[in-house]
């Protein structure tokens, strides 16, 4: 028998727990196989390395096939993508609800858009009405006011000396709101639709 080099058997031994679970390349294995055949020493080592081996649970005895730790990993990856699916689930239902939080005020309380028309008058749109002025003032101010709102004389003044006045309504003006602005004057003291004949 030939003398066993120890570099040989440093070698072997990083090698002999490949070996005895078996996940050492064709190659290698080779070159080991070799060198078990001369060392007596390193065959022993590799008796006790398979003892141990063949001790522990086989890896392949899971369902899957796939070694403990590889299951062990596949494991982590699933549940970090399951809590990574989560966060990107509640990421987006965060998003959802702030922009709906932003706008759905904004789309209730904000004033619905309207065409023009919708709030004008129609074109030259004229009202008539009975005006009672204050004899105190002066028909100087009474020019002013016709000028002021733009009216025109219809009739008058009558008997209990009122003015029948053609008034062009503001867009967006009412009757009612013209009533009001007119009351307001100092020299008018009523402003009232014409009475029927």
Known sequence: MKQVDLGDCRRAAENLPWYANGSLDVEERRHLQAHLDECASCRRELEFLTAIVESMPSPRAAHDGAPPFSRLLHRINRQERYVHGWKIAAA??????????????????????????????????????????????????????????????????????????????????????????????????????????
């Open 92 to 197: 987006v239902l965060m998003l959802v609800i702030a922009v709906v939080a932003v706008a759905l005020p904004v789309y209730l309380f904000e004033p619905r858009y309207h065409a023009v028309t919708d709030t004008l008058p129609e074109a030259n749109e004229r009202v008539q009405l009975q005006l009672t002025f204050d004899t105190q003032k002066n028909t100087g101010s009474l020019t002013q006011l016709l000028e002021r709102y733009n009216a025109d004389v219809i009739a008058g003044p009558a008997e209990d000396g009122s003015f029948l006045l053609e008034f062009r309504l503001a867009p967006g003006e009412t009757v009612r709101h013209l009533q009001q602005r007119l009351h307001d004057e100092a020299q008018v003291r009523d402003a009232e639709l014409p009475r029927s004949p």
